[in-house]
C-alpha cells in the first residue's frame, strides 16, 4: 500500500459490531467478562481500548513499523523511552531539541541516576567519540527545532547498530510524509501528535512507532504500568486528522516554500532557516532522507534587533502568536521567551535561538493571504 492509501486504510478494519467505517469512541473504562478472563480481548481501558488501537495500528502503518503507542501527550512517549534505562545508564542527545525534551531529561530523569550529553551531530560521525560502556539510547530529532538543523539519521543508525545502542529520533516536525526513520535504520520513533498527525490544534497526544515485537512489549508494560495514555474521544479525533495527512502536507511544504523564498529576499531579514535552501549546511541529506522540506521554518531580524522581531510578531494577523505547530493554521513563535524558555539562555544562543529569532508553522490557508500577512507586518 501507498503512504497516500495508508493514511487512510492502514491498520484499519471496519467495524465488526455494525460495519462503521470509522471506529465508534469507545468511551468506556471497562469491559463485560462471562466468566473471569472471559472477555474479547478488552479488559480495561488502561491496557487496551478499542478506538485507541485502531489509532495505534493507523500510526504503525504510516511509519512502517510493526507496532503503535498512543499517550496522553507527547512527552509522556519520551517518558515511556526513557524509562527502558536504569540508573547509570547514558544518553546522547541532539543540542539543539524541543525545550519540553530538555526540561524532561535534565530536571527529571537526570535526578533518577541517568546521564544525558548533549552533542552537536551536524557531523553524525563525531557522535561515537561520545560513546562509552554505558551509553544506551541516542535520541535524534530532525529536522530540529527552531533552528531546522537536518541530522543524517542513517549514518547515526550505522553508529548506533554497530556500538548495539538504541536509536530514538522524534519525528514530530518532519511527519511521516515527510520521512521515515525506521526505514533509515532508527528502532524507535517517536511523535507530538499533538502536530502534523492530528493537525488540527485540537488534541494533546503523543506516539511511538517500533518495528521489535521484545522492544514493542517493554513499551507496552511501561504505557499499561505508568499509564500515561490517551482517551477514546482523543484516539477518534487523531485518526481522522491522520486520513488527510498526506494532503495537509503536501500544502504545508507549497506554502512553506513560497514563505521561505519571500523572506530570504526581504530585506528587514538577516538569516532564514528553512532546510530547502541549497545554501542550508545539509541541504542535501534533507533531500535524500525527506520527501520535501516541510512548513516549519525560523528566521531572525537584521542586527539580531528583539524589538523589531516583537514588532513583526504584534503585527502579523493571520500567522497567530501561539505554541504548537503542525496545524491547518499558520502559527508564529518566539522560542527564546515561549517553546525554549526553559533552556538557559548561554545553552540556547549557542544553538542559535537568539532573541530575535521568530518561528512560523506555515499552515494551508491560501499562500497570497499569507505573504501579503507577512509583507504587511515586515513593512
Ligand atoms: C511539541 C513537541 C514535543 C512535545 O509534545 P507534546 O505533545 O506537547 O507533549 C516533542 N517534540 C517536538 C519536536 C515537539 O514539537
Keep these: 500500500m501507498k503512504f497516500n492509501t495508508k493514511t487512510i486504510h492502514g491498520g484499519q478494519e471496519h467495524d465488526k459490531a455494525y460495519g462503521a467505517v470509522m471506529p465508534p469512541i469507545y468511551q468506556t473504562s471497562t469491559y463485560a467478562q462471562t466468566t473471569p478472563g472471559g472477555h474479547k480481548g478488552y479488559e480495561y481501558s488502561r491496557t487496551h481500548n478499542p478506538t485507541r488501537h485502531a489509532l495505534e495500528k493507523a500510526f504503525a502503518s504510516l511509519e512502517n513499523g510493526n507496532f503503535g503507542l498512543a499517550f496522553g501527550s507527547g512527552l509522556a512517549a519520551i517518558d515511556a523511552i526513557m524509562k527502558l534505562l536504569k540508573p547509570g545508564d547514558e544518553v546522547i542527545s541532539t543540542n539543539d531539541l524541543y525545550g519540553g525534551s530538555f526540561r524532561l531529561f535534565t530536571k527529571i530523569f537526570q535526578n533518577f541516576g541517568i546521564k544525558f550529553q548533549f552533542v552537536s551531530m551536524q557531523n553524525a560521525a563525531d557522535i561515537e567519540a561520545y560513546i562509552n560502556k554505558s551509553t544506551k539510547l541516542i535520541w535524534v530529532e530532525t529536522p530540529t527545532n527552531p533552528m531546522m538543523n537536518i541530522i543524517d539519521i542513517k549514518t547515526v543508525a550505522e553508529i548506533s547498530k554497530k556500538h548495539k545502542i538504541l536509536l530514538a529520533v522524534d519525528n514530530t516536525f518532519a511527519s511521516p510524509y515527510l520521512q521515515q526513520p525506521l526505514d533509515l535504520g532508527a528502532d524507535i520513533i517517536m511523535h507530538s501528535a499533538t502536530k502534523y498527525l492530528g493537525g488540527h490544534s485540537d488534541v494533546v497526544m503523543g506516539a511511538l512507532v517500533v518495528k521489535d515485537e521484545e522492544l514493542a512489549n517493554k513499551l507496552y508494560f511501561i504505557q499499561n504500568a505508568s499509564g500515561a495514555i490517551c482517551g477514546p474521544q482523543d484516539s477518534f479525533l487523531v485518526l481522522r486528522g491522520v486520513k488527510t495527512l498526506h494532503v495537509r502536507m503536501q500544502r504545508h511544504c507549497e506554502n512553506g516554500r513560497e514563505v521561505a523564498m ?70 508564529c513563535g518566539h522560542p527564546a521567551s515561549m517553546t525554549h524558555a526553559s533552556i538557559p539562555k548561554e545553552e540556547r544562543e549557542k544553538t542559535g535561538v537568539v532573541d530575535s529569532l521568530i518561528r512560523l508553522s506555515v499552515g494551508i490557508e491560501d499562500i497570497d493571504d499569507l505573504l501579503a500577512d507577512l509583507k504587511q507586518a515586515l513593512d
Design 262 to 331: 519571500f523572506l530570504k529576499k526581504h530585506p528587514k531579514i538577516e538569516n532564514v532557516y528553512w532546510p530547502g535552501f541549497e545554501d542550508h549546511p545539509n541541504h542535501l541529506i534533507a533531500k535524500s532522507q525527506m520527501k520535501d522540506f516541510g512548513g516549519m521554518l525560523s528566521f531572525t531580524t537584521k542586527g539580531n534587533n528583539y524589538s523589531e522581531a516583537i514588532k513583526i510578531i504584534e503585527k502579523l494577523k493571520i500567522f497567530t502568536l501561539a505554541e504548537s505547530l503542525g496545524g491547518v493554521e499558520s502559527l
